[in-house]
């Protein structure tokens, strides 16, 4: 089946939770670029109607992770290592003009409440990075940008980022589970941005923005450039060729 070891899905807001299901196996690699499947496939594993599984497979598409296949369903979105740099450039544009132009109403939304949350989030992030938990970075990796980028208030360059992130994670997620070990690999520098804006500095928030992107780009174009090269000498190897 298309979705290995999913969980029954609650009744109430179905088609988010659906949505919300699929893209976190998208994310997990364990529904592979170029995966192909129909809305009957995803309803029987879920034991739900077709109508939320199209709704929620219409949002994916939306967002870029999912194709439609005329007469033959859905296909998970195949990204290439131009998309990814585009990406990059593109976030990096965008955040780097945030924290430039909103850093002072971003100091003023942060609540004791909301700068304990953020900063919870950078602690666990930065220790799931450090320690190469790729599963656990990404899902507070998401929660960081989208609460810190959250508190500009700007509910668009929210989405934007978001998706954009979601995206590259997507596109990169099957490059680094070929690693062995990704200890000392990843960027860790979230608690250190974090501080960077909650004391007003934009040029230290932009510096370890421009690390932060100049890092993860060099990593993926580094193993992308290896699994081309394992692609010429090992047939069948690939960035999805151990994805169950």
């Known amino acids: 089946m298309p979705v290995p070891g999913a969980s029954p899905v609650k009744r109430n807001t179905l088609r988010q939770q659906i949505a919300d299901a699929l893209c976190d196996e998208v994310l997990a690699g364990r529904l592979p670029a170029g995966r192909q499947f129909t809305v009957k496939e995803i309803a029987e594993q879920y034991g739900v109607s077709a109508t939320p599984v199209r709704e929620a497979l219409l949002d994916l598409c939306s967002q870029g992770l999912l194709d439609v296949e005329e007469h033959r369903g859905f296909r998970v979105h195949e990204f290439t290592i131009e998309d ?13 003009g945030v924290f430039r132009h909103y850093v002072d109403q971003t100091l003023r939304a942060m609540t004791p409440q909301a700068l304990a949350s953020v900063r919870r ?9 450090r320690s190469g938990d790729l599963d656990v970075l990404i899902g ?3 929660r960081f940008w989208r609460e810190i980028c959250g508190l500009v208030g700007n509910p668009y360059v929210l989405d934007f980022l978001q ?14 589970r070929r690693v062995p070990d990704l200890r000392g690999m990843l960027w860790a520098g979230h608690r250190e ?13 932009e510096r370890l923005i421009s690390a932060y992107n100049a890092h993860f780009r ?6 992308v450039a290896d699994e ?4 010429r000498t090992e047939p069948g190897a690939g960035p999805g060729a151990d994805s169950p």
Not at 121 to 129: G, L, M, N, S
Not at 218 to 223: G, R, S
């Open 193 to 205: 941005l974090m501080e960077a804006v909650t004391r007003g500095d934009p040029e230290d928030s």
């Open 163 to 176: 998706r954009l992130r979601v995206q590259t994670w997507v596109f990169t997620v099957p490059y680094l």
């Open 84 to 96: 990814f740099r585009y990406m990059v450039d593109a976030r990096t544009m965008v955040v780097e």
């Open 140 to 142: 507070y990796d998401l």
């Open 228 to 231: 081309e090269t394992r692609s």
């Open 121 to 129: 989030r950078a602690q666990e992030a930065e220790r799931a990075a």
């Open 218 to 223: 060099a990593l993926i174009e580094q193993l």
